[in-house]
């Protein structure tokens, strides 16, 4: 098919390039269903009909080189552009979710005025879901291929909307506050973050709390991994220190109408987040390390946080 031209598909991914699965499974210490997954979760997920998907070929063929999954996809010079087009832009959510548009707004293309859905889709950072007809008219829903995509964007809207110190000094302090199960000073710390984010690039998902989370942690300095894989799922963030390892599980919950109450209650999402890590055993692929549970519940831009550490 003519798609397939532009990325590969899982079997050609699982067929031509077993000794490169081979090599990153050994440098990265994963089991082969463990690869093969995270690889999806990173750089599968593009399609032209909603039906058919296909992998980005410049990423996977980075990661095979590198054994490092990272943004490569941003590594081309299309982000710049990609910033001053939502720059301009009074709204950046029709672009950061799901959105559902006629195909003709794809017919349309002026330099003079850009559209940003028109640009996102036409260089990949967004792509077809699932082809919808409506009153006889067809329609698309677009939405991010892939975690690539995903951080990579928010990450570079942060940057955009944050004059955030990159100091050692702050990232001391948090280290700090995690060995220490400082709870309340971590807390007040995310609270500051979260309170500085723009209302225009603020989305009431799980995911996307997670991705603004990792970008500040890594653009602090961190290690931070998100989508860590186990044997039976993957972590929503890992943070590796000299001293310890710490574990993150984010749990969301909407708004009652008409409130600020959530509707699933704080106290609930952390104690889903912390036995997801315990009852799961996600550390036990660091034996004799130091172990910190972290559970981070969200509701709008309230949060609430847990620090535990696993004594087995």
Known sequence: MLNYICGYTQEELEDNFKDYLTKLQEELSYSREEALEKIKHWYDGYSWDGKNKVYNPFSVLKLFKNREFTDYWFETGTPEFLIDVLKNSKDYTEVLKPVTVKQSRFKTFSYGSLDPITVFFQTGYLTIAKKIII???????????????????????????????????????????????DNNSFQKEMKGFLARIPSRIHLEHEFYYQSIFLAWLNALGFKAQGESPTNIGFTDMVLKNENFVAIAEFKFSKIKPNTDIPIKSFDKMLKEAIDQITDRKYYEKYPDRKIIAIGIAFAGKQLQSQIRTIEE
Do not use: M, W
């Open 135 to 181: 009153n006889d008219i067809i329609h698309y829903k677009l939405e991010f291929p892939n975690f690539e995509v995903e951080s990579s964007l928010l990450d570079h809207l942060l940057d955009l909307n944050l004059k955030e110190e990159k100091t050692a000094k702050r990232k001391e302090k948090i280290i700090s506050f995690i060995k220490n199960e």
